[in-house]
C-alpha cells in the first residue's frame, strides 16, 4: 500500500513563503500524477496544483504565478513552493498520488498565514 506523507506546513505572515514536501512510498512514483489539494473550514477540497509524469503542470487561478509545483522522481517527492501567501490560503493541504485511476490520499499539512 502506498504511504505519502506531507510536510513544511505552519504559520506564515502574508507575504511570506512556505515549501511543502509530500514523499510517496512507491517504487512507481515516476508513474504516478501528482497533485496538491487544499481545504479549508467548511469548504470543499480543491485541486491547488497538479504535476504530471512528463511535468506538465496544472494550477488553480488563485494560485496562477505565485505557487509552484515541482517533482524529484529520485527522491519520490513532489514539491509545492507557495509565495506571496494571502490570507486566503489557509487550509489542509492534502498531497494525492494518481496512477491512472487508482489514486492515494496524504494526511495533510496545515497551512495558517495570519498577520
Known amino acids: 500500500q502506498v504511504q505519502i506523507v506531507e510536510s513544511g506546513g505552519g504559520l506564515v505572515q502574508p507575504g511570506g513563503s512556505l515549501r511543502l514536501s509530500c514523499t510517496v512510498s512507491s517504487p512507481y512514483f515516476n508513474m504516478f500524477t501528482l497533485g496538491w489539494y487544499r481545504q479549508a473550514p467548511g469548504l470543499q477540497r480543491d485541486l491547488v496544483a497538479q504535476?504530471?509524469?512528463?511535468?506538465?503542470?496544472t494550477y488553480a487561478d488563485s494560485v496562477q504565478g505565485r505557487f509552484t509545483i515541482s517533482r524529484d522522481d529520485a527522491k519520490r517527492t513532489v514539491y509545492l513552493q507557495m509565495d506571496s501567501l494571502k490570507l486566503e490560503d489557509t487550509a489542509v493541504y492534502y498531497c494525492?498520488?494518481?496512477?491512472?485511476?487508482?489514486?492515494?490520499w496524504g494526511q495533510g499539512t496545515q497551512v495558517n498565514v495570519s498577520s
Open positions: 494525492k498520488a494518481d496512477l491512472r485511476g487508482s489514486f492515494a
Open positions: 504535476i504530471s509524469t512528463r511535468r506538465t503542470t
